[in-house]
T-cell receptor
């Protein structure tokens, strides 16, 4: 119940494509859903986050879509660039805690 | 984005030895966390720390682990007697409040031989 399932494990797109990464959860007590980007040798960095009271949030080229009834959320990267090549992690936390539960990660490669 | 620094960047140790990993504070960040990432796997929560007390810990954080922030200085993670399976990247994170952005450090790569 504390797990966050993430897919796909890896993704290859051409520059300009729109990679989509999906996550699913079971615990309806989760109320904060961040996405982190990690480059090799670096720590995860927050990309964008959403709470269950909205169905979509957009920041620049990054969009989170959230489906509360299906307990799923996804990250879309518009006009992807080679510099977006990284590992992306979804995460979730329970109300009033900061324990982030991470998905297994998606390695994205964007080719020119 | 606030910079979080960690030392050392790499540590190699023999099984059974004690290691101390350090995280440098940012003045207005009151909440501290340690996570670990075994090579190629997901990031896992270890412990959260606020007001000089552990506020939450995972089942991974057993008696071999301890955290402290002596005198408001560096935030440390100590592993008393390292095991081979402790080999991982250890990330410190911090933020200003509950469910505010957690800023991660670059990590310490620990290798236990």
């Amino acid at each position: 119940q504390q797990q966050v399932k993430q897919s796909p494990q890896s993704l290859i797109v051409q520059k300009g494509g729109i990679p989509i990464i999906n996550c699913a959860y079971e615990n309806t007590a989760f109320d904060y859903f961040p996405w982190y980007q990690q480059f090799p040798g670096k720590g995860p960095a927050l990309l964008i986050a959403i709470r269950p009271d909205v169905s979509e949030k957009k920041e620049g080229r990054f969009t989170i879509s959230f489906n509360k009834s299906a307990k799923q959320f996804s990250l879309h990267i518009m006009d992807s660039q080679p510099g977006d090549s990284a590992t992306y992690f979804c995460a979730a936390s329970l109300h009033n805690t900061d324990k982030l539960i991470f998905g297994t990660g998606t390695r994205l490669q964007v080719f020119p | 984005e606030p910079e979080v620094t960690q030392t050392p960047s790499h540590q190699v140790t023999q099984m059974g030895q004690e290691v101390i990993l350090r995280c440098v504070p940012i003045s207005n960040h009151l909440y501290f966390y340690w996570y670990r990432q075994i090579l190629g796997q997901k990031v896992e929560f270890l412990v959260s720390f606020y007001n000089n007390e552990i506020s939450e810990k995972s089942e991974i954080f057993d008696d071999q682990f301890s955290v402290e922030r002596p005198d408001g200085s560096n935030f440390t993670l100590k592993i008393r007697s390292t095991k081979l399976e402790d080999s991982a990247m250890y990330f410190c994170a911090r933020n200003r409040g509950v469910q505010e952005t957690q800023y991660f450090g670059p990590g310490t790569r620990l290798l236990v031989l």
